[in-house]
Nanobody, 123 residues
Framework: QALLVESGGGLVQAGGSLWLSCAAS????????MGWFRQAPGKEREFVAA???????YYSDAVKGRFTISRDNAKNTMYLQMNSLKVEDTADYYC?????????????????WGQGTQVTVCA
């Protein structure tokens, strides 16, 4: 059974950095397309970044140049390095696995989800 567990969220001042982790078990993370999404209160879940099984990465325009998605195959873990954080980055962040290459931007196309980790950026 695929299991994803996020960690690393917290409270940070604007301009600061956070490092999110997504530990996978029950499957080999590097064999699947993986994504990070976020959901702010009262808003829909939105795409943040994805890393394909090939290693190719994609980012939303909102985070491009500030966030970096990566993975450690030996640890079966995916990461999201978040720099230059803004108040508008405040949200619950989720990792997900299993979307097709044409569907990486669509949350409903992912097969497994973590429980989420909260990120709060204060001014």
């Amino acid at each position: 059974q695929a299991l994803l567990v996020e960690s690393g969220g917290g409270l940070v001042q604007a301009g600061g950095s956070l490092w999110l982790s997504c530990a996978a078990s029950g499957f080999t993370l590097s064999m699947f397309n993986m994504g990070w999404f976020r959901q702010a209160p009262g808003k829909e879940r939105e795409f943040v970044a994805a890393i394909l099984w090939s290693g190719t990465t994609y980012y939303s325009d909102a985070v491009k140049g500030r966030f970096t998605i990566s993975r450690d195959n030996a640890k079966n873990t995916m990461y999201l390095q978040m720099n230059s954080l803004k108040v508008e980055d405040t949200a619950d962040y989720y990792c997900a696995s299993g979307a097709g290459i044409r569907d990486i931007y669509l949350p409903m196309m992912y097969k497994s989800w973590g429980q989420g980790t909260q990120v709060t950026v204060c001014a």
